[in-house]
C-alpha cells in the first residue's frame, strides 16, 4: 500500500510527495482509516512505529474537508513533554506547509514572548493546539478561552502521561471540551489505568494493537554482569581511550543522572544531564550542544527516549536494566537510525537481573555478556531466578571470574572495589 491510496486531500499528498512519503508503517496502515472514518480509537503503538502521522495526517484531512469555525480551537493534542510537542508541532509544520491550517505549541519553560503566542493562539483560535497538560491548565486558569469548537482530541504517549501524574489534568481539560467529539488515544503499552482512561473518556473505540517491534539487528546489544558499586568502574573503563561520539547513558531517576553527570564532568569528559526538572531554555541548550557534538555524553531519564530524534547517536548505555520490556526498546532504538550502526550496553547488576532477563525472553536471544575488564574485579553469577528469589538485599553465595580475572589467579580478589549500597 502507498500513502496515494488514502482518500487524502490533494493539497496533503502534495506535501507528502515534498516530504517522500511513499509507504505507510503499520500502525499508519491500520490507524489512518479508522480515524478519517471519524470512529474513537485507542491505539497500542510505541514510538518510531510512524504514530505521529498517523494521527497528524488523517486530522489534517478532516479538517480540510469538515467545516469548522476559523475562530476557534479546532483540535487538541496532549502529550506529556516538552520535547514530544516540539517534535509533533515539527512535523504538523511538514505535513501542513501547502495547507491553510495553523497550529501553536503550547507547553512550560519559555519565555514571556512565547507565552504571548501561545495566549494569542488560543484565544484568537489556532486550529491545531498541541500541549502539555500543565501549561494548558496554566493558561485556561489566566484566560477565559473558547473549547466549544473542539472535535479532535488526541492524547499521545497517554501511560506516560499518567505515569507523570497527569490524569486529574487531562480530566480537567476533558471536561471543557464538547461531548460531541472524535478522541484518539495512543500508549505504548495497555495496562488497567489506560483501559479505565479509555472508557471514561472514548466513545465505542476502535482498539489497533501493534507489536513490539524487536530493535534492528544493526544494533549491536551487549552487557556487562556486575555489581552495582561496579557500574562507575566500568564507565571509567568505556570512556578510557576516547569518547565515542554522541553517547546517551540512561539512568531512571532524576537524582542518579544527576550524579553520574557530575560524576563524569569532574573527571574531565564532556558530559551534561538532561531531565524533567531542568528549566526549558536548559533543555533546549543541552540538546542543541549534543546535536552539534559539543556535548559527547548525553545522561538523561527516559524523558530522552520518546521523541527525540537525532541519527548519529553511536552508543547507548543502560545504567540498569529497565523495568519494562518497552523502555529498553525504546532506549536502544535512539541509536542506529537512518540506516546507520550503532551498540548498546546494559549494567546488569543482581538487582538487574530478573528484568535483563525479561528483555532476553521479549528479544528470544541471549544477549552477549562482556567480561568485566581486570581493573573492575570479580563477575558476579548470572542468575537471574536466585536473583528474583532472594530479597533486595540478599547477596550470591557463588561467583564467576572473566577471563581476564583468571589469568590473575588469586590476586584478582584484592582489586575488587569496596561493595556499595545501591544509590536509589
Known amino acids: 500500500m502507498t500513502f496515494e491510496e488514502f482518500p487524502f486531500n490533494e493539497a496533503l499528498k502534495e506535501g507528502l510527495q515534498a516530504m517522500n512519503f511513499?509507504?505507510?508503517?503499520?500502525?499508519?496502515?491500520?490507524?489512518i482509516p479508522v480515524i478519517l472514518a471519524k470512529r474513537d480509537v485507542i491505539s497500542c503503538a510505541q514510538t518510531g512505529t510512524g504514530k505521529t502521522a498517523a494521527f497528524l495526517l488523517p486530522l489534517l484531512n478532516n479538517l480540510m474537508t469538515d467545516n469548522h469555525d476559523k475562530k476557534k480551537v479546532n483540535a487538541i493534542i496532549m502529550s506529556p513533554t516538552r520535547e514530544l510537542a516540539q517534535q509533533i508541532d515539527q512535523q504538523m509544520e511538514g505535513f501542513s506547509y501547502f495547507l491553510p491550517i495553523s497550529s501553536v505549541a503550547v507547553y512550560g519553560g519559555n519565555d514571556s514572548q512565547a507565552w504571548d503566542v501561545q495566549r494569542?493562539?488560543?484565544?484568537?483560535?489556532a486550529d491545531?493546539?498541541?500541549?502539555?497538560?500543565?501549561?494548558?491548565?496554566?493558561?485556561?486558569?489566566?484566560?477565559?478561552?473558547?473549547?466549544?469548537?473542539v472535535k479532535y482530541l488526541i492524547l499521545d504517549e497517554a501511560d506516560r502521561m499518567l505515569d507523570m501524574g497527569f490524569f486529574d489534568d487531562i480530566m480537567r481539560i476533558v471536561k471543557l471540551l464538547p461531548a460531541d467529539r472524535q478522541t484518539i488515544m495512543f500508549s505504548a503499552t495497555m495496562p488497567h489505568k489506560i483501559r479505565e482512561l479509555a472508557k471514561?473518556?472514548?466513545?465505542?473505540?476502535?482498539?489497533?494493537?501493534?507489536a513490539i517491534a524487536r530493535p534492528p539487528d544493526s544494533i549491536m546489544q551487549a552487557a556487562y554482569i556486575c555489581t552495582e558499586s561496579q557500574k562507575l568502574l566500568i564507565l571509567k573503563h568505556l570512556f578510557s581511550v576516547n569518547v565515542p561520539n554522541k553517547v546517551i547513558i540512561f539512568a531512571g531517576k532524576k537524582q542518579r543522572v544527576r550524579e553520574l553527570a557530575l560524576i563524569l564532568k569532574r573527571k574531565g569528559l564532556p558530559a551534561e544531564a538532561m531531565h524533567s526538572d531542568l528549566e526549558q531554555r536548559d533543555r533546549d541548550h543541552v540538546m542543541h550542544e549534543f546535536r552539534n557534538g559539543r556535548i559527547n555524553i548525553l545522561v538523561a531519564t527516559d524523558i530522552v527516549a520518546r521523541g527525540i530524534d537525532i541519527d548519529d547517536i553511536t552508543l547507548i548505555i543502560n545504567y540498569e536494566a529497565p523495568r519494562d520490556v518497552e523502555d529498553y526498546v525504546h532506549r536502544i532504538g535512539r541509536t542506529a537510525r537512518a540506516e546507520a550502526k550503532g551498540m548498546a550496553i546494559?549494567?546488569?547488576?543482581?538487582a538487574d537481573q530478573p528484568r535483563f532477563k525479561n528483555i532476553e525472553d521479549f528479544l528470544e536471544k541471549t544477549i552477549y555478556k562482556i567480561p568485566l575488564p581486570p581493573e573492575v574485579g570479580l563477575m558476579p553469577a548470572y542468575n537471574p531466578k536466585a536473583a528474583s528469589e532472594n530479597s533486595p538485599r540478599g547477596k550470591f553465595k557463588g561467583r564467576t571470574q572473566n577471563h581476564a580475572s583468571k589469568q590473575r589467579g588469586k590476586q584478582g580478589g584484592k582489586h575488587r572495589p569496596p561493595r556499595q549500597k545501591p544509590n536509589n
Do not use: Y
Not at 120 to 125: D, E
Not at 129 to 142: D, E, F, K, Y
Open 120 to 125: 494569542n493562539g488560543l484565544t484568537r483560535g
Open 200 to 210: 471514561t473518556i472514548l466513545n465505542n473505540p476502535v482498539e489497533i494493537k501493534i
Open 128 to 149: 491545531v493546539v498541541i500541549a502539555t497538560p500543565g501549561r494548558m491548565l496554566s493558561h485556561i486558569n489566566l484566560q477565559n478561552i473558547d473549547f466549544s469548537g
Open 346 to 350: 546494559t549494567l546488569v547488576s543482581e
Open 22 to 31: 511513499e509507504k505507510p508503517t503499520p500502525v499508519q496502515e491500520q490507524t
